[in-house]
């Protein structure tokens, strides 16, 4: 009688053990399920993708404004989130297609010059448009981009881009070692090294 109590006794055990685990599996699949859901949700298919389409009409309109300002009005983007694949399907991009008096055409059909001035446009507009979102204003544009890789045409380019979207901001401080491009602007700043005193700043 008390080794079959014994028996009895272990299987119950055994039992409460595997129903334990049981629940520690459901409650494991259930867990699953809902990273698996945030997953999806936060994907480049989920929020992301929703959050993008939400905010690129208004990045497009802000570009084209300052696209407006720097061309007089000759060059155009637009921005698009799908298109389809060589078998049809259709799958997330995100497509820059310029236009201008030719027609349409790709991003990587134009030249240095208009290249830059679109970057530079849509740059400016996610800024603005990072700002709008954190209800903040945007009164000071620091540009410190690689300005060695522009030729001459490049640089006046910039210039020009510069100029014609100045009224935009309070302060746009445009940070540069090319002596040609420092001297383009009315106010700098110039910082130099002191061998005693570290950088020094001189405004001229």
């Given at each position: 009688?008390?080794?079959?109590?014994?028996?009895?006794?272990?299987?119950?055990?055994?039992?409460?053990?595997?129903?334990?685990?049981?629940?520690?599996?459901?409650?494991?699949?259930?867990?699953e399920?809902?990273f698996?859901?945030?997953?999806?949700?936060f994907?480049?298919?989920?929020?992301?993708?929703?959050?993008?389409?939400?905010?690129?009409?208004?990045?497009?309109?802000?570009?084209?404004?300052?696209?407006?300002?720097?061309?007089?009005?000759?060059?155009?983007?637009?921005?698009?989130?799908?298109?389809?694949?060589?078998?049809?399907?259709?799958?997330?991009?995100?497509?820059?297609?310029?236009?201008?008096?030719?027609?349409?055409?790709?991003?990587?059909?134009?030249?240095?010059?208009e290249?830059?001035?679109?970057?530079?446009?849509?740059?400016?507009?996610?800024?603005?448009?990072?700002?709008?979102?954190?209800?903040?204003?945007?009164?000071?544009?620091?540009?410190?981009?690689?300005?060695?890789?522009?030729?001459?045409?490049?640089?006046?380019?910039?210039?020009?881009?510069i100029n014609?979207?100045?009224?935009?901001?309070?302060?746009?401080?445009?940070?540069?070692?090319?002596?040609?491009?420092?001297?383009?602007?009315?106010?700098?700043?110039?910082?130099?090294?002191?061998?005693?005193?570290?950088?020094?700043c001189?405004?001229?």
């Amino acid at each position: 009688g008390g080794r079959l109590q014994e028996v009895l006794s272990q299987l119950m055990q055994k039992q409460a053990r595997a129903e334990t685990q049981a629940d520690e599996m459901r409650a494991l699949k259930d867990e699953e399920l809902v990273f698996t859901e945030l997953a999806a949700a936060f994907g480049k298919n989920g929020v992301q993708a929703m959050l993008i389409d939400q905010s690129l009409p208004r990045l497009e309109l802000i570009a084209n404004e300052m696209l407006d300002r720097m061309t007089g009005g000759r060059i155009q983007v637009t921005l698009h989130t799908q298109r389809q694949n060589q078998k049809g399907a259709v799958v997330e991009t995100l497509d820059i297609r310029i236009s201008d008096d030719l027609g349409g055409r790709d991003y990587e059909m134009y030249s240095g010059g208009e290249a830059f001035r679109v970057d530079f446009a849509l740059r400016i507009a996610l800024a603005k448009l990072l700002a709008e979102r954190a209800g903040a204003a945007l009164p000071t544009l620091i540009i410190d981009e690689g300005f060695g890789t522009q030729d001459q045409d490049g640089i006046d380019g910039l210039v020009e881009a510069i100029n014609a979207i100045a009224d935009q901001f309070r302060l746009i401080l445009v940070v540069t070692h090319i002596e040609e491009l420092k001297g383009r602007f009315d106010r700098r700043i110039d910082v130099t090294k002191h061998p005693s005193l570290g950088s020094v700043c001189t405004v001229v």
